[in-house]
């Protein structure tokens, strides 16, 4: 026996209840893909190792020419590194910004386009 339905209020549980699940579903998505394509937590890990694991060996011996210049170099390239995955960081956090603000702003047009579309005919008349 088939079961006979309104359809305004199969339109209504489907507008308000099946599309806003979907839309948070397909939001956290963008979420989780802006955290894994930026690398945000590695990022933070590693905030001071050295860029692109570029270390020097320092001497073996005593030679204090050679040892601060084996010390200069790798603390530059830790500092490089630093300044990089800041930078990195920074882009990733306002990308995310971003994917949220956007996100909220398509779930809320959808969830008000209905009574905007209402307000818009009410208007007209």
Known sequence: MTEKKNIFILWLHWHFYEMPKFLLE?????VLFAINYFSLPLLLKSLFSPWRRYRWNYPKGFNVGEFISTL????FSRF????????????????????ICAGL?????????????????????
């Not at 397909?26 to 963008?30: A, R």
């Not at 200069?72 to 603390?75: E, G, L, R, V």
Request: proline share 2%; charged share 5%.
């Open 72 to 75: 200069i170099s790798n603390i």
């Open 105 to 125: 702003i398509v779930f809320l047009f959808w969830v008000l386009l209905p009574f905007i579309i209402l307000i818009g005919l009410l208007n007209e008349f």
């Open 26 to 30: 397909i939001w956290q998505n963008y």
């Open 80 to 99: 490089l590194g630093f300044l990089m995955r800041i930078v990195l960081i920074i882009i990733g956090v306002l990308f995310q910004i971003f994917v």
